[in-house]
């Protein structure tokens, strides 16, 4: 059964870099796509962008130019990196796999999802 | 861009009582791309319902979802304590390859 944890910094200044790293196990992260999710305090969900096994990336063109995402798979790890941090980025951040099936076009869901990591930005 | 819009933003309903919760899309969508999540305070969303209407592995068969074009319904047949929470709608477009979720449904205990 395939598990996902965030890791990183739960306190960020404002201007500064939020870099987020989301373990997993239980699974190899071949033909998989692996997304970051966003959510802030007491509001919705947010997709924030994911990367391909093999590290083709796509973003959610809101956060396109502030986010960069890498991967590891021979660590079972992949990355988030968002820049130039405000308090609108303060959230609860959920890596998360998505099932999609490149050969018959079917999927767009997230599962599993990690227990997300709530990052504050304050200076 | 599809925005998708979830009504009632509350629903208060008894246990055992039916759910009935609405995900509306502003352009017609595949049901295909269409997915349900749900997420109680505190826990990460789990998945409940995708292609519309399939349901995810381990998910009782009181859920249950429906629809096409822009309308799709999410249907709790029998609430049980733990079904209070809220719920999300989720679409996907292929091309560029986006993903957007509803605002949520919360259903409180009446």
């Known amino acids: 059964q395939v598990q996902l944890q965030e890791s990183g910094p739960g306190l960020v200044k404002p201007s500064e870099t939020l870099s987020l790293t989301c373990s997993v196990s239980?699974?190899?992260?071949?033909?998989?796509?692996w997304s970051w999710i966003r959510q802030p305090p007491g509001k919705g969900l947010e997709w924030i962008g994911y990367?391909?096994?093999?590290?083709?990336?796509n973003y959610n063109p809101s956060l396109k130019s502030r986010v960069t995402m890498s991967i590891d798979t021979s660590k079972n790890q992949f990355s988030l990196r968002l820049n130039s941090m405000t308090a609108a980025d303060t959230a609860v951040y959920y890596c998360a796999r998505e099932y999609y099936d490149t050969l018959t076009g079917t999927g767009g869901w997230f599962d599993p999802w990690g227990q997300g990591t709530l990052v504050t930005v304050s200076s | 861009e599809i925005v998708l819009t979830q009504s009632p933003g509350t629903l208060s309903l008894s246990p055992g009582e039916r759910a009935t919760l609405s995900c509306r899309a502003s352009q017609s969508v595949s049901t295909s791309y269409l997915v349900w999540y749900q997420q109680k305070p505190g826990q990460a969303p789990r998945l409940l319902i995708y292609a519309a209407s399939s349901r995810a592995t381990g998910i009782p068969d009181r859920f249950s979802g429906s629809g096409s074009g822009t309308d799709f319904t999410l249907t709790i047949s029998r609430l049980e304590p733990e079904d209070f929470a809220v719920y999300y709608c989720?679409?996907?477009?292929?091309?560029?390859?986006?993903?957007?979720f509803g605002p949520g449904t919360k259903v409180e205990i009446k």
């Open positions: 989720q679409h996907y477009v292929s091309s560029p390859g986006a993903f957007t």
């Open positions: 239980g699974d190899s992260m071949s033909t998989y796509f």
């Open positions: 990367i391909y096994y093999n590290g083709i990336t």
